[in-house]
């Protein structure tokens, strides 16, 4: 097949890049030039803009409202992979410039694309999100689900229901990912010592490794399937002391040990969910980090065991350290909370 990827040079784009490739397809990443230097040789390059850039908070981007397709109006693909369309706008654009030369669609939305709250195993049938203004451009944490419900709801109508896949990921894990929210908890778990975990060790939560849903994503191009899957797991619920205990048997030195701090302290302090990376602090809608990844795995995904993707991120963080973005809390910070915690 030949693939266009929008979007394959980064992380969730760079491992569906590759497994296409190791695939034996023919990729095709559009991508602004910045993180594709030396990668793919095998793959064709095409570079521009989708008219956003990077904010300053983690996961935010500011709209330029302009951008620059036009490395595309030439070439024809059997598929097209959607991996960095955060507003309608762009799906329509991209739709206009390649005017039918894009095959079959893929478009990798989120788990935030639900209304909620939603009871513990729901399914890709749960109720969507919807905006109060659907022509915002201002990406926070309230509108990100619903602009990617209407990103998907662009992709179905401009290309058909029956043409068009949509990935629904829960947090994606592994190497290269440059939100350092999975990574910030193992490299300070290798660390070792005393380490600060946050509230209650059942708050649900689920991740999948971005390895595991591009072979998953390649799949369902290559089976011409249509519809719309969780990409998340474990499928039996799984706590957040859990994801911390199964990093401390796979990285964590000797005498480590994990000590579990109060919510209400923690939030007094001002320590939320970017400090502390995939705690959910307090939002009450815990239960988006509970869905049923049934129908994927019917579908043929397959999960790697997280002993595993831990593994491997650990090793290439050591050959090649991501930088931190910001997130994440200062060993003397963390040591001031415990003694602090300790005390109260």
């Known amino acids: 097949m030949r693939i266009l990827i929008m979007g394959g040079t980064a992380f969730v784009g760079r491992h569906i890049a590759r497994a296409a490739i190791d695939n034996g397809h023919e990729v095709t990443v559009f991508h602004r030039g910045k993180t594709g230097a030396g990668l793919f040789p095998e793959a064709t390059h095409l570079t521009g803009d989708r008219g956003t850039i990077p904010g300053s908070s983690e996961g935010a981007l500011v709209s330029l409202g302009k951008s620059d397709l036009s490395a595309l109006a030439t070439g024809e693909w059997d598929a097209t992979v959607d991996v960095s369309a955060y507003f309608p706008r762009q799906v329509h654009e991209l739709a206009e410039v390649l005017d039918g030369r894009g095959g079959r669609q893929l478009y990798i939305s989120s788990m935030s694309a639900y209304k909620t709250p939603v009871a513990p195993g729901f399914n890709e049938d749960a109720p969507l999100a919807e905006l109060a203004d659907p022509d915002t451009e201002d990406v926070t944490l309230q509108t990100y689900g619903g602009l990617k419900v209407l990103c998907e709801q662009a992709a179905a109508q401009l290309h058909g229901a029956d043409r068009t896949t ?53 799949s369902l191009l290559e089976r011409e399937q249509a519809g719309v899957f969780h990409t998340c797991g474990p499928a039996e619920p799984f706590g957040f002391g859990g994801m911390l205990e ?22 007094g302090e001002g320590i939320d969910g970017e400090i502390l990376p995939l705690w959910s602090a307090d939002d009450p809608d815990v239960d ?22 831990i593994a491997d991120l650990r090793a290439a963080e050591q050959q090649s350290p991501t930088p931190q973005p910001g997130n994440g809390i200062s060993r003397e910070r963390e040591a001031e909370l415990l003694a602090r915690w300790a005390a109260s």
């Open 166 to 218: 949509i990935i629904r990921p829960t947090y994606v894990i592994g190497p290269y990912d440059r939100s350092y929210r999975f990574t910030y908890w193992v490299q300070r778990i290798a660390a070792g010592g005393e380490v600060l975990a946050p509230a209650d060790p059942e708050d649900p939560i689920q991740l999948i490794d971005a390895r595991d849903q591009a072979s998953f994503c390649v």
């Open 288 to 309: 988006i980090n509970a869905g049923s990844p049934a129908r994927a795995l019917a579908a043929g995904l397959r999960l790697r065991p997280l002993s595993s993707s």
């Open 246 to 267: 199964a990093i401390a048997a796979q990285v964590a030195p000797p005498a480590t040990r994990l000590t579990w701090v109060g919510k209400e302290f923690l939030l």
